[in-house]
């Protein structure tokens, strides 16, 4: 029989902070709220500054947590070192990252141009390395940290019309795995979490389109999109003392998409 660690609260993220990218809207927020929900300090990074700022107060004012938000392109070395120093600066800590920025253009390869590909790849591969890259050197001194990539079911199983997005998060299925390898000797865990479909704003294009409800939700053994809240405990599982053994693991919520 294991032994349990005294006074351990296994899902409990009091005192913890958090840096969430892509964290004023969609499925960003709806994980900085399950965090704050545990008790821990969020930053919401996000291009637009305003956004950022309601849903930090919205936050603040509902867990009782310190929400800040802060203005960032993760594609910009500069600019995501600045997010890091200034969470630290704020909270005295980094120790939890969550991956959440994204983008999705959708088409066949001989209609898509090479710069809407380049796109998709620069924000949802670069700018994923490059936070990783920025916490980095706060998460080693500490000893410890949580870094959660947003990967998709699309980086394990192929949907024609989607080589950018799916390309993209294969990408970062196999840089989670590899940061796995390369920072557990330092007591970080390095894991993804693999969506299925949820109704983001992402997704609202297609959300009452034929191919939405056939190949989308219709793949779902569930049948139907997924809600923002069912997000959140994945979330929370590989932020919290609940999920220190886990390495470079995807963890699909999915509807059962990929059990098919």
């Known amino acids: 029989m294991s032994e349990k660690l005294p006074g351990i609260k296994l899902f409990d993220l009091s005192g913890k902070a958090a840096i969430i990218t892509g964290g004023s809207k969609g499925l960003g927020l709806a994980m900085a709220e399950g965090l704050a929900s545990a008790g821990s300090n969020v930053m919401l990074v ?3 500054l305003k956004e950022a700022e ?3 107060k919205r936050i603040s004012e509902l867990y009782g947590v310190k929400a800040i938000a802060f203005e960032a392109d993760v594609v910009d070395k500069d600019q995501t070192e600045a997010m890091a120093k200034a969470a630290f600066d704020a909270f005295g800590s980094i120790d939890i990252l969550i991956n959440s920025a994204g983008i999705n253009i959708r088409g066949a390869i001989d209609e898509l141009q090479l710069e809407e590909f380049s796109k998709v790849m620069d924000i949802n591969v670069t700018g994923t390395w490059l936070c990783c890259k920025a916490v980095t050197p706060y998460m080693k001194e500490a000893g410890k940290g949580s870094i959660i990539n947003l990967a998709s079911t699309l980086g394990l199983v192929g949907l ?29 865990t390095v894991n993804a979490i693999c969506p299925g479909p949820f109704l983001t704003e992402m997704n609202l294009p297609i959300a009452d389109t034929e191919e939405g409800k056939k190949f989308i939700v219709g793949a779902t053994a569930l049948g139907r999109w997924g809600r923002m809240e069912e997000i959140q405990g994945a ?4 932020a919290s003392a ?3 053994y886990m390495v470079g693991s995807m963890l699909t919520v999915d509807g059962g998409w990929t059990a098919r």
Do not use: C, D, H, W
């Open 46 to 48: 996000s291009r637009t």
């Open 54 to 56: 309601e849903s930090a």
């Open 160 to 188: 024609s019309n989607r080589t950018p997005y799916a390309s993209s998060k294969g990408a970062v299925v196999q840089m989670t795995r590899a940061l796995g390898l390369e920072f557990a000797p330092f007591n970080i």
């Open 235 to 238: 979330a929370i599982y590989l």
């Open 242 to 244: 609940a999920g220190t």
